[in-house]
């Protein structure tokens, strides 16, 4: 009789507790995240016309930017990224995901903005970026 009465009041207890460590607990705090997305073009850099020629084509994405073009219509005209098909967009990007230096220039970038022109490797090949935030969120 008594075994039942503990039972009765510990378990609803339990179930309480439970759902509030899932609902205000730690895994509550998300972490800060960006919507990115991105214009690349990549190059040979053995080969300077391969180059030049990347170069030229992130260069007129980006004076086509500065005039005020829709960065979504830009990236799926001239980048050579994967994300080319989807307007460039790599969805929400959480902190750890992207190289450091990447992360620092989208992560303090404010949404609609886009970065200057980044140019890095990947892997063996140039890569020249434009990164642009659409969204924020967690911050």
């Known amino acids: 009789m008594r075994t039942t009465k503990i039972l009765w009041l510990a378990v609803p207890l339990v179930f309480l507790l439970v759902i509030g460590i899932a609902l205000w607990g730690p895994g509550s705090k998300r972490k800060p995240e960006v919507r990115v997305r991105v214009i690349a ?3 040979n ?16 994405a980006y004076e086509v930017l500065k005039k005020g073009a829709k960065f979504s219509q830009v990236a799926g005209t001239k980048s050579e990224a994967d994300s080319k098909s989807d307007d460039g967009d790599m969805g929400w990007v ?15 970038l404010d949404p609609g903005q886009y970065s200057e022109i980044i140019q890095d490797h990947a892997g063996d090949q140039l890569v020249f970026r434009i990164l642009y ?3 924020r969120r967690n911050f």
């Open 133 to 135: 935030v659409e969204e």
């Open 94 to 108: 959480g902190k750890g995901v992207l190289p450091q230096h990447l992360e620092d220039i989208a992560f303090k």
């Open 45 to 60: 850099p053995e080969d300077p016309q391969d180059v030049e020629r990347a170069k030229m084509k992130i260069e007129e």
């Open 41 to 43: 073009t990549k190059a």
